[in-house]
């Protein structure tokens, strides 16, 4: 049913779901604007184990009776059945998936059904059934990234030796290992994952009992459904326990930063696989051709991931202004956390498994990588460290000299170790022929053994750390 096709005073025909002091059904516009069926459907499976630790809870206290309880076991076993099964009623008039899910349970068992809702309220409801959903979602992250971080490892031990230009404005500036490149990603999932392990056990408290918004007059044992649902312990403030978003908008904060490092890499691989580049060749699985110039292969995926963020950055800004200012406790507003945290959970999943595929698949060029590293004078810092070292000259004199053995090459076309022994000496007699072993990219990296540098033997003893840390 449209609004539009009956205009804003039109009625919704047939349910009356407030009895009492309530005449007449809601409006068209009210239902549109008001039933949330149509996305919180998603939280069918978690609407239900919410039900049924609540009446075995009932039961246990002698709120429920053992009859009913069992009855509202096996029809919620049923309910499930017709939602997986794709044959369940989903009905706009219920509103929401707590209203749709006990409907239909009071349908299939009768009075035990009305029973359930003793001593709890939606908005409990829809918090703990959000909460053990997103819990689900951040495990599920949890394992992406951790293959992610596995492809990575992976292509950065093969890659171990493989020296690239290394850049800083996207200028060259000194050469890099593509290992050593590949790790530092490694590094940032690894901190991901550790946000979002972080936001888990913040958010994996239990709202349930929290009823309305004061707590409840029933003999309710909310320690108890708290530990049927694996949450760490019943939340302390039932005020708190319906309005609190904050666990929504930290997956979000936390989503957006991956976001963030994925667009990176995804952009890294546009540029490189670029023609101009061609340090890497991205696989037919995730590109495509153009339909007018034969020699396209677009990095559409890559592109995508790039954009994806886009989308998780503005689910966090849209539900950070949704609570901005809520008073406690609950609110209408709050049913505006699913919509947004959905799509955020949905592109950061899609996005990280193209990555993987992506990273998995990639054919490295080395000889391009090779040729530009050469290029670009990247080894003049090596010439100034080794002027430092071997003649003793402070570092700000050694820089200036060096930049002068660098306009030399410039001047003449050469890279800096076309230089001959001559060359150098006419730049500066301190410069001699032993110089030129440190101009070299292979002799570059090799030198950089620093702790967390470059050098292959130290990229291959943190990538075998990595694995240790977060495989
Ligand atoms: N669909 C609602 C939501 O997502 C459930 C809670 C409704 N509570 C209420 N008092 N109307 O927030």
């Known amino acids: 049913m449209t609004s539009d096709s009956k205009g804003g005073a039109g009625r919704a025909s047939g349910v009356n ?32 184990a919410g039900s049924r630790a609540h009446a075995r809870m009932l039961g246990a206290r002698g709120i429920l009776s053992a009859e009913d309880v ?32 006990e409907a239909r349970l009071t349908e299939i068992i009768g009075d035990a059904g009305k029973r359930l809702h003793t001593g709890r309220s939606r908005n409990d409801q829809v918090a703990t059934d959000f909460r053990l959903w997103l819990r689900d979602m951040l495990d599920r992250f949890d394992g992406q990234l951790r293959d992610l971080q ?20 996207l200028q060259t500036a000194q050469p890099v290992t593509f ?14 994952r550790g946000r979002l392990s972080d ?11 929290s009823a309305a918004l004061a707590g409840t007059s029933f003999p309710i044992d909310r320690h108890m459904t708290a530990a049927e649902l694996g949450f760490d312990r019943p939340m ?32 890294e691989l546009v540029i490189w696989s670029s023609a101009p580049f061609r340090f890497v060749r991205m696989s037919d699985a995730y590109t495509t051709g153009s339909s007018i110039m034969p020699q ?3 990095p559409d995926a890559a592109e995508l991931v790039r954009a994806k963020v886009g989308r998780i950055m503005g689910a966090q800004v849209a539900l950070m202004t949704v609570m901005k200012g809520l008073p406690l406790a609950y609110s209408k507003d709050m049913q505006e956390d699913k919509e947004p945290t959905f799509d955020a959970v949905d592109a950061l999943s899609l996005a990280i498994q193209a990555m993987t595929g992506m990273i998995r698949d990639l054919t490295i060029n080395p000889d391009a990588m090779r040729a530009q590293a050469s290029g670009g004078y990247s080894t003049a810092t090596d010439l100034a460290d080794w002027l430092v070292r071997v003649v003793g000259l402070p570092f700000r004199e050694a820089h200036h000299l060096t930049g002068r053995v660098v306009r030399a090459a410039e001047t003449r076309g050469l890279r800096l170790d076309e ?18 072993a440190v101009l070299t990219v292979d002799a570059s990296v090799r030198s950089r053994t620093s702790f967390g540098g470059t050098a292959p033997d130290g990229v291959r003893a943190r990538a075998a750390e990595a694995r240790e840390r977060f495989l």
């Open 17 to 48: 779901m407030w009895g009492g002091h309530f005449d007449s059904a809601p409006s068209d516009l009210m239902q549109e604007i008001n039933a949330s069926i149509d996305f919180d459907k998603r939280l069918y499976a978690q609407d239900i």
């Open 199 to 209: 936001a888990r056990r913040r958010l994996n408290e239990s709202p349930l009992g």
């Open 296 to 298: 396209k292969r677009n």
């Open 70 to 101: 069992a009855a509202i076991e096996n029809g919620l076993d049923q309910v499930l059945a017709e939602i997986e099964g794709g044959d369940f009623p989903f009905s706009r008039e219920l509103e929401d998936i707590h209203m749709n899910v």
């Open 419 to 436: 230089l001959s022994a001559e060359d150098l000496a006419a730049v500066d007699a301190r410069i001699t022929a032993e110089a030129m």
């Open 236 to 267: 302390a403030n039932s005020l708190d326990g319906v309005s609190a978003r904050d666990f929504a908008l930290e997956f979000l904060g936390a989503a957006a930063i991956c976001g963030t490092h994925l667009s990176r890499i995804a952009e």
């Open 179 to 192: 290992g050593h490149h590949l790790l530092a990603y490694v590094e940032m999932f690894g901190r991901d």
């Open 150 to 169: 596995a492809a990575l490892i992976e292509r950065a031990e093969q890659h171990a030796e493989t020296v690239m230009p290394g850049f800083t404005h």
